[in-house]
């Protein structure tokens, strides 16, 4: 019997309706408490999915990946498996010598793995859903973390300037709008891994030119760049992050 999920904790996310043999057998394999599946896409700023359950009903779970544990209601918090590489690489990126601003930080996708692999001086992770604030802050208990200072607020709200040497922009929808923030965070130089849904025919265009545009305008130029492809969003869409690299064009 050949079924495909994605296993967050004990928990088992499935794509279709199950019977009974089906759940029976899922149970078995995988010893999980709960199977639930997705009934329509993640919407909305603060990103909460809809989900029925099939088995069980307990939602509430701890994940463990790349050494990191993340406490996740599955029930009222997305979580991305898709990401699994993106989340790996964010997790060695930075060193100890950096400030980081998480602009989108969730449970602590990106702001868990890096904090406790990398070990950069400070990261600032700011969410603006309560639920998923909850959840950021029990990991970064979890994990034992004295670097991460969690921030419950729109990003847009925040008064900091200045004070970035990276910034991760983790989210996908409208995250251009987001950039005037993203460079007032910024110090003179600087990193930010800019999240986009792009299609694949402009995939080294569209998200340039908005780096460059909102560079220009709030006085930086971009110095390099690379682009990575993370997953399909969908038939011919895909995921992008850009590691752009900044640098203020006047200091005075």
Same mark, same amino acid.
């Given at each position: ?17 199950? !019977? ?18 997705? *009934?329509?896409?993640? *919407?909305?700023?603060?990103?909460? +999915? ?15 990946? $790349? ?44 702001? #868990?793995?890096?904090?406790? $692999? ?11 859903? +309560? ?14 973390? !004295?670097?991460? @200072? ?7 709200? @925040? ?13 996908? $929808?409208?995250? $251009? ?13 600087? #990193?930010?891994?800019?999240?986009? *849904? ?8 569209? +998200? ?26 969908? +038939? ?5 992050? @850009? ?8 200091? !005075?």
């Amino acid at each position: 019997m050949r079924i495909k999920y994605q296993k967050i904790g004990d928990i088992l996310i499935v794509k279709d309706n199950l !019977n009974e043999e089906e759940i029976k057998y899922l149970v078995e394999k995988t010893k999980c408490k709960t199977i639930a599946k997705y *009934t329509a896409q993640i *919407t909305g700023d603060f990103r909460t +999915p809809h989900l029925k359950i099939l088995y069980g009903n307990e939602t509430e779970t701890i994940h463990k990946e $790349h050494g990191c544990l993340f406490k996740i209601d599955v029930k009222k918090v997305m979580w991305s498996m898709g990401n699994i590489k993106e989340r790996e690489r964010m997790a060695k990126i930075s060193n100890e010598n950096e400030v980081v601003v998480d602009m989108f930080a969730g449970i602590g996708y990106f702001t #868990i793995p890096m904090a406790k $692999h990398s070990k950069p001086k400070k990261i600032y992770a700011i969410e603006i859903n +309560p639920t998923s604030y909850h959840y950021l802050c029990e990991n970064i208990k979890l994990n034992k973390l !004295n670097n991460v @200072v969690p921030i419950l607020s729109d990003n847009r709200k @925040v008064e900091f300037k200045d004070i970035a040497d990276r910034i991760i922009m983790g989210y996908v $929808h409208k995250t $251009h709008k987001f950039l005037d923030k993203a460079f007032e965070f910024l110090k003179d130089k600087g #990193i930010i891994h800019y999240h986009e *849904t792009v299609a694949e025919k402009i995939i080294n265009i569209r +998200p340039i030119e908005r780096l460059k545009f909102y560079a220009e305008k709030n006085n930086y130029k971009l110095v390099g760049y690379k682009i990575f492809k993370i997953k399909k969003y969908a +038939p011919g869409v895909w995921h992008v992050v @850009v590691d752009a690299e900044f640098e203020r064009i006047n200091k !005075n």
